[in-house]
């Protein structure tokens, strides 16, 4: 006699989404333009614009992603608009 075939399924693991690594550049809304670089070994992060060269650099940790260094750079944009036109 054989034993019976167990109900319980195999777990499957659930794939992580991909991130983008390459964005919009604020400044000549070029599509796909902007390109992150991590260097983890330095600890610093930054983003560059292929078509107009626009640039943000900034301290990274070991957990940060490229998307973390680029939204870092439209927050960093945000604000510096806010604090230009004032009243």
């Known amino acids: 006699m054989g034993k019976r ?3 319980k399924k195999p777990v499957t693991k659930k794939s992580r989404p991909k991130l983008e690594t390459s ?3 604020p400044f000549c809304n070029s599509a796909s333009s902007v390109t992150a670089t991590l260097d ?3 600890g610093h992060g930054g983003v560059a ?3 107009c060269g626009a640039d943000f650099g900034m301290k990274i940790d070991a957990l940060a992603e490229p998307v973390d ?3 870092a750079w439209i927050d960093a944009c945000e604000d510096a608009n806010a604090g230009d036109g004032g009243d």
């Open 5 to 7: 075939k167990s109900s």
């Open 69 to 71: 260094v680029y939204a």
């Open 40 to 42: 983890a070994d330095r």
């Open 49 to 51: 614009c292929g078509v």
């Open 23 to 25: 964005f919009n550049c």
